[in-house]
């Protein structure tokens, strides 16, 4: 299989990138140290934020713990019941992570799910939580983006824009080549190559621009949570445009829709909805207090 990846409106020119590395005779993926490296990049900076906020750091370690078992058991949930005709002639297969196959938006899910039972459990505020780990997870999702570069997967239509990005048909998987990128095929040094939009990239250069208003926008939010709803509206956004462009879209049922676009809207709302709804609670509790004051001035 020729491994080779290039952008050739960039000059960037890649002839040998691998999937794996060989430690000791095992192979180890790309895609797993990838992994690995976002999970501990978004707790080294979820553990900063909680320190800044007055929290114990250590609540997050021994929380992350549940959080990551749940989470890559609910986005490879999420990834399986969306795509079944892949699965289920093979059922083994469902739990070959090394060749990717897993959703963030069902990481998502379970992670939040785990952070509510773990405060519930703990008597811990939720919302504070979830403001500090949002910090982590935009973080996460920035690096773990990565993987699918490595796994040659995550990749949207034919383009020839500044960031195309080339592949050899030999090393995708035959059902995300749309005959619009078989009308464009190039043929270098003998090999068939498609060019396609790198969403993995515009996910994670878009996610840079969300985590850097999270930083901008943690010392202005008015109430607790709002730093996380403003995380899901942020990253939703992004969302609903790059799922459009991808050829590996998860679908629900054969409607045409998919979910994931479909989840990132509904986001979106929900979100504009309870950071409009609890600025302005905040707001009306301002000014009561100030009411307040005045009369006890009286």
């Known amino acids: 299989m020729n491994t080779a990846i290039n952008f050739p409106h960039l000059g960037i020119y890649l002839d040998h990138v691998g999937k794996s590395i060989s430690v000791f005779g095992f192979e180890i993926a790309y895609y797993g140290i990838i992994m690995g490296s976002s ?19 250590d609540t997050y370690t021994d929380m992350v713990i549940y959080a990551i078992v749940f989470s890559i058991i609910c986005a490879r949930a999420y990834y399986v019941i969306f795509s079944w005709e892949n699965y289920k002639d093979n059922l083994l297969s469902i739990f070959n992570l090394r060749q990717g196959g897993i959703a963030i938006y069902g990481s998502l899910i379970g992670a939040v799910a785990t952070v509510y039972v773990y405060c519930k459990v703990k008597k811990l505020s939720f919302l504070q939580m979830t403001d500090t780990a949002c910090i982590g997870l935009v973080a996460g999702q920035i690096l773990g983006r990565w993987g699918n570069f490595f796994n040659r997967e995550a990749f949207g239509g034919y383009t020839d824009g500044l960031l195309a990005m080339q592949l050899p048909v030999s090393a995708v998987r035959a059902h995300e080549i749309t005959d619009e990128m078989w009308a464009h095929v190039q043929v270098i040094g003998g090999e068939q190559f498609i060019q396609v939009h790198p969403t993995f990239l515009y996910e994670s250069l878009w996610n840079l621009g969300v985590i850097c208003f999270l930083y901008w926008y943690r010392t202005r939010k008015k109430f607790q949570g709002e730093l996380f709803l403003t995380y899901l509206l942020g990253y939703g956004l992004g969302r609903v445009w790059i799922e459009g462009l991808r050829t590996d879209q998860l679908q629900i049922g054969d409607t045409g829709i998919p979910v994931s676009q479909l989840l990132a809207g509904v986001l979106i709302l929900f979100s504009l909805f309870m950071i409009f709804w609890g600025r302005k609670k905040n707001m009306s509790e301002e000014d009561s207090v100030r009411t307040n004051e005045y009369q006890d001035s009286d």
């Open 39 to 57: 999970i501990l990049l978004g707790l080294f900076l979820a553990e900063r934020e909680a320190k800044r906020t007055g929290q114990d750091p």
